[in-house]
């Protein structure tokens, strides 16, 4: 049973870059069985999935996003980390970092953060 | 782009069956999953490959397709199911996309 957990800065000043890290427990994060990655939902609103990166190495980007996104892993710490720039008062949001498997959609979830974007 | 279309909401009584579309609005479909997501938690995966059941989730969670039509059925709908629903798919590239969420309302 994987378990995720979101760090980082629960605040950011506007145009600055968003940085998150999810730590995996109860599993290694090079196992093939799995992929990574972020999902987001602003206050009273939907999902939103940020992206996803592959045992590979591939990286998928929202289109909306993807000239500001950066998905990366670290093997050596098993954890999977989140870069978004140039951040505004939309990007405000509860973040999770989630795991898929093929076929399956995304099993296992953090518990979320939230990130707020103000000066 | 590839977009999902759920009812913003569903209300139904205790007891009763409740059904939540997710259309999408190209062919072809890929798999669909549903999530349900109480208040102030992570969804949780109900179903994956439009059907199937995950492991500890009860047998009045069900899924089905047809065309570009998925549904999620609860049937005998508890109290405890009150949440929002969203379903996700992908596009032909490998892009993700979630519906706008159905908030399942019991009377």
């Known amino acids: 049973q994987l378990q995720l957990q979101e760090s980082g800065p629960g605040l950011v000043k506007p145009s600055e870059t968003l940085s998150l890290t999810c730590t995996v427990s109860?599993?290694?994060?090079?196992?093939?069985?799995?992929?990574w990655g972020w999902i987001r939902q602003p206050p009273g609103k939907g999902l939103e999935w940020i992206g996803s990166?592959?045992?590979?190495?591939?990286?998928y980007y929202n289109p909306s996003l993807k000239s500001r996104v950066t998905i990366s892993v670290d093997t050596s710490k098993n954890q999977f980390s989140l870069k978004l720039s140039s951040v505004t008062a939309a990007d405000t949001a509860v973040y999770y970092c989630?795991?898929?498997?093929?076929?399956?959609?995304?099993?296992?979830w953090g518990q979320g953060t939230l990130v707020t974007v103000s000066s | 782009s590839y977009e999902l279309t759920q009812p913003p909401s569903v209300s139904v009584s205790p007891g009763q069956t409740a059904r939540i579309t997710c259309s999408a609005d190209?062919?072809?479909?890929?798999?669909a999953y549903w999530y349900q997501q109480k208040p102030g938690q992570a969804p949780v995966l109900v179903i994956y490959?439009?059907?199937e059941r995950p492991s500890g989730i009860p047998e009045r969670f069900s899924g089905s397709s047809s065309g570009t039509t998925v549904t999620l059925t609860i049937s005998g709908v508890q109290a405890e199911d009150e949440a929002d629903y969203y379903c996700?798919?992908?596009?032909?590239?490998?892009?993700?996309?979630f519906g706008g969420g159905t908030k399942l309302t019991v009377l």
């Open positions: 989630v795991v898929g498997a093929t076929a399956v959609g995304f099993c296992y």
């Open positions: 109860g599993g290694s994060i090079s196992s093939s069985s799995y992929y």
């Open positions: 990166i592959y045992y590979s190495g591939s990286t």
């Open positions: 190209a062919l072809p479909k890929q798999y």
């Open positions: 490959k439009d059907s």
């Open positions: 996700q798919s992908a596009d032909s590239s490998g892009t993700w996309v």
